[in-house]
Nanobody
């Protein structure tokens, strides 16, 4: 049973950087593709970035493309967030989908195939 825990959130000024980490317990991440979602007050949940089980392929929402970078090791996934904007403020969730084969990932409306979720971590962007 895969369990995910996010860390690294907090308060950052606009234009600053922050790195979120997602660790796994109960099972390894090596056969899971991982996606970061976020949800801000009054807004729908959106997919931010995803990375395949191999780490060779990834995708980003248009709103963060060029600013965020997703990466992974065997048991940890990172989301490096640069040039943060106030609109990036949200609760960020690490999510997982078992997929040892396709080496692709997609950002789709709603939860998509990602059915294992962490507790979420707050990112606040404010002066």
């Amino acid at each position: 049973q895969l369990q995910l825990v996010e860390s690294g959130g907090g308060l950052v000024q606009p234009g600053g950087s922050l790195t979120l980490s997602c660790g796994a317990s109960g099972s390894t991440m090596e056969y899971y593709r991982i996606a970061w979602f976020r949800q801000a007050p009054g807004k729908e949940r959106e997919g931010v970035s995803c990375i395949t089980s191999t780490g060779l392929n990834s995708n980003y929402a248009d709103s963060v493309k060029g600013r965020f970078t997703i990466s992974r090791t065997r048991n940890t996934v990172y989301l490096r967030m640069n040039s943060l904007k106030p609109e990036d403020a949200a609760v960020y969730y690490c999510t997982a989908d078992w997929d040892p084969i396709s080496d692709t990932c997609d950002l789709v409306p709603g939860q998509g195939p990602y059915n294992s979720w962490g507790q979420g971590i707050q990112v606040t962007v404010s002066s």
